[in-house]
């Protein structure tokens, strides 16, 4: 007879999001880019495009990198502009902030202060 190899309460693996899990497997919950085998979300990137049209061509772009709840409050900053100054306009993209599509430029310029976000240890 054989017995299984973990009793009792759910445990990360069987496919079924228990209590302290984000995901577990193809079970995602939140998770919006895959579930890692520690059953936390996989990592999101999200940057947020700063252009000042007082002041041109002044731009800044911050990228940041955590769990998808985390990016999300991360681009609700952004497109609320943390520190709104009026003639500055704050775009929030989700994904990879290599080149800003619509502004031509590479993420990393601009200031860390310009938008807050929690760090997360978990993320690189």
Do not use: H, W
Not at 85 to 101: D, F, M, Q, R
């Amino acid at each position: 007879m054989c017995t299984p190899a973990v009793k009792g309460a759910g445990f990360c693996g069987n496919g079924v999001i228990d209590a302290g899990e984000d995901c577990d497997g193809a079970a995602l919950g939140s998770c919006t880019a895959g579930c890692d085998a520690n059953c936390t979300c996989t990592c999101v990137t999200a940057c947020c495009y700063m252009e000042n049209f007082a002041n041109p061509p002044d731009t800044g772009c911050v990228e940041y990198t955590g769990k998808p709840g985390q990016v999300a409050s991360f681009s609700a900053t952004c497109a609320g502009g943390s520190q709104p100054v009026p003639s500055i306009k704050y775009t929030a993209l989700t994904g990879s902030c290599a080149l800003g599509p619509a502004f031509g430029f590479a993420c990393g310029g601009g200031s860390a202060n310009e938008v807050v976000a929690p760090a997360d240890a978990r993320c690189p």
